[in-house]
Nanobody
Framework: QVQLEESGGGLMQPGESLRLSCTASGTIFSFYVMAWYRQVPGKQRELVASITGGGSTNYADSVKGRFTISRGNAENTIYLQMSSLKPEDTAVYYC???????????????WGQGTQVTVSS
C-alpha cells in the first residue's frame, strides 16, 4: 500500500510565501510523475504543477513565476514553494504520485488527503 502525506498548509496573507511538502511511503518500485493539484468547493480539481522523474516541470498558467515544484534529496518527497500568494490560490492542495508498486504492476495514481491553504487579508 502507498501513502502520500502532505504538510505545510495554513492561513496566509496576500503576498506571503508558503511551502508545501509531500512524502510518499509504502511499497514503491518506481515513480513516474509527482504533482500538486488543488480544488475549491464546487469546482474540478486542477493541476497546479508536476515534476517527472527526470526533473522536467510543468505549471498551470495561473501560478507560473510564483510557484516552484521540486524534489527532495529522496525521490519520494516533493515540495511546492508558493510565493506572492493571492486570495484566488485558496484551495485544498493535494499531492499526487503516478508510480509502480512492483515491476509487474501498471503505473497508477495515488493521492494524499489534502492540505488547506487559505489566503486572506
Amino acid at each position: 500500500q502507498v501513502q502520500l502525506e502532505e504538510s505545510g498548509g495554513g492561513l496566509m496573507q496576500p503576498g506571503e510565501s508558503l511551502r508545501l511538502s509531500c512524502t510518499a511511503s509504502g511499497t514503491i518500485f518506481s515513480f513516474y510523475v509527482m504533482a500538486w493539484y488543488r480544488q475549491v468547493p464546487g469546482k474540478q480539481r486542477e493541476l497546479v504543477a508536476s515534476i517527472t522523474g527526470g526533473g522536467s516541470t510543468n505549471y498551470a498558467d495561473s501560478v507560473k513565476g510564483r510557484f516552484t515544484i521540486s524534489r527532495g534529496n529522496a525521490e519520494n518527497t516533493i515540495y511546492l514553494q508558493m510565493s506572492s500568494l493571492k486570495p484566488e490560490d485558496t484551495a485544498v492542495y493535494y499531492c499526487n504520485a503516478n508510480l509502480r508498486t512492483t515491476l509487474a504492476a501498471k503505473p497508477r495514481d495515488y493521492w494524499g488527503q489534502g492540505t488547506q491553504v487559505t489566503v486572506s487579508s
